[in-house]
């Protein structure tokens, strides 16, 4: 997933990263300061490109690799080029969670890790 074979449409990697990141098309406007109606135009195709004046702080907000939201090449995430396959779908699993849900979890594998370390 995310390797540089596979090429996905813009309108695709756009809607692909706000759901990974949990935005909406105005929460990311928002959080960029551009309008709706720009990140309407990536998600529908009426654009074939992002502005590089947003590419950066649209790929920062939605937690993706500018390149690979800009052109569709090289991993999505910098997790995916970093870590192996399990740590990148239990990252992906946990940063899907709401807030609390991962505040909780954090607690429970603080805990898990301090029953298992060694005397």
Same mark, same amino acid.
């Not at 995916?80 to 969670?97: F, G, H, K, T, Y």
């Given at each position: ?16 990263? +706000?759901?990974? =990141? ?6 990311? !406007?928002?959080?960029? %300061? /551009?309008? &709706? $109606? ?16 947003? +590419?950066?702080? =649209? ?6 690799? !500018?390149?690979?939201? %800009? /052109?569709? &090449? $090289? ?45």
């Amino acid at each position: 997933m995310g390797s540089a074979e596979e090429t996905m449409p813009l309108p695709e990697r756009v809607q692909w990263a +706000l759901d990974h =990141a949990g935005h909406t098309q105005a929460s990311l !406007a928002r959080e960029i %300061g /551009i309008s &709706k $109606g720009a990140i309407g135009q990536w998600v529908s195709g009426a654009t074939d490109h992002i502005r590089p004046a947003h +590419l950066f702080d =649209a790929a920062r907000a939605l937690r993706v690799e !500018a390149e690979w939201l %800009g /052109i569709g &090449k $090289g991993p999505r995430t910098r997790l995916e080029r970093a870590a192996p396959d399990v740590d990148v779908e239990i990252c992906r699993l946990v940063s899907a969670m709401p807030e609390q849900a991962r505040t909780a979890l954090l607690a429970m594998c603080i805990a898990l890790m301090r029953s298992h370390r060694r005397p």
